[in-house]
C-alpha cells in the first residue's frame, strides 16, 4: 500500500505519472505516434465511448489513422490530474482534458472547445523501470456540436 512507501518514493512516483500525463497530450498533438504508443503497456486497454483499443498494436493502428487523415490540429490541455499511489508499481489517476481541435491548418477561428473529457486512469510500473499507462478510459462531459464521436471509431464488429 502507499502507507509502506516512504514519502519520497510518493512524490517521485507522482512525478513521473504527471510527466506521463503531460507527454501524452504533447506527443498527440504533434503527431509523435511511436512515441505516443510507448506511453502504454503493452497490454494497456484504451476506450473512449463505444472505441475500444486492446494492446500497443490497436492502440497505434487508432493512432496512425488519426495522423493518416486530413491536416489535423489539436491540443489539449489537461488540468486537475488526481492520483492515487496504491503500491510501488501500480497507482490510479483522473484528470480532465479540454480539447480544441480541427481538421486544417493554423491559425483556427474561432477557438471552440471540442470536447471536455475525464480521463481514468491506471498505471503500472514497467519492467524496464517505467512508468505506463495501463488502462485510459475517456469519459466525456461536455461535447462540442460539431464533435461526431471519438476519432478512429467505428461499427466494425
Same mark, same amino acid.
Given at each position: 500500500?502507499?502507507t509502506?512507501?516512504?514519502?519520497?518514493?510518493?512524490?517521485?512516483?507522482?512525478?513521473?505519472?504527471?510527466?506521463?500525463?503531460?507527454?501524452?497530450?504533447?506527443?498527440?498533438?504533434?503527431?509523435?505516434?511511436d512515441?505516443?504508443?510507448?506511453?502504454?503497456?503493452?497490454?494497456?486497454l484504451?476506450?473512449?465511448?463505444?472505441? &475500444?483499443?486492446?494492446?500497443?498494436?490497436?492502440i497505434?493502428?487508432?493512432?496512425?489513422?488519426?495522423?493518416?487523415?486530413?491536416?489535423?490540429?489539436?491540443?489539449?490541455?489537461?488540468?486537475?490530474?488526481r492520483?492515487?499511489?496504491?503500491?510501488s508499481?501500480?497507482?490510479?489517476?483522473?484528470?480532465?482534458?479540454?480539447?480544441?481541435?480541427?481538421?486544417?491548418?493554423?491559425?483556427?477561428?474561432?477557438?471552440?472547445?471540442?470536447?471536455?473529457?475525464?480521463?481514468?486512469?491506471?498505471?503500472q510500473?514497467?519492467?524496464?523501470?517505467?512508468?505506463?499507462? &495501463? &488502462?485510459?478510459?475517456?469519459?466525456?462531459?461536455?461535447?462540442?456540436?460539431?464533435? &461526431?464521436?471519438?476519432?478512429?471509431?467505428?461499427?466494425?464488429?
Amino acid at each position: 500500500m502507499a502507507t509502506e512507501l516512504s514519502n519520497q518514493a510518493i512524490i517521485q512516483i507522482r512525478l513521473a505519472l504527471a510527466d506521463l500525463n503531460n507527454d501524452f497530450c504533447y506527443f498527440l498533438d504533434n503527431n509523435m505516434v511511436d512515441e505516443l504508443v510507448d506511453l502504454f503497456c503493452g497490454d494497456a486497454l484504451y476506450t473512449h465511448g463505444k472505441r &475500444k483499443s486492446c494492446g500497443q498494436k490497436e492502440i497505434r493502428e487508432l493512432f496512425g489513422e488519426r495522423r493518416g487523415a486530413d491536416k489535423r490540429t489539436s491540443r489539449h490541455i489537461q488540468s486537475g490530474l488526481r492520483i492515487q499511489v496504491t503500491s510501488s508499481s501500480k497507482a490510479t489517476g483522473q484528470s480532465v482534458c479540454l480539447t480544441f481541435g480541427a481538421n486544417s491548418q493554423p491559425p483556427i477561428s474561432p477557438a471552440t472547445p471540442y470536447l471536455v473529457a475525464d480521463f481514468l486512469d491506471e498505471y503500472q510500473l514497467c519492467e524496464d523501470g517505467r512508468w505506463r499507462i &495501463k &488502462k485510459r478510459h475517456i469519459e466525456r462531459i461536455f461535447i462540442s456540436s460539431e464533435n &461526431k464521436g471519438p476519432v478512429g471509431y467505428s461499427t466494425k464488429a
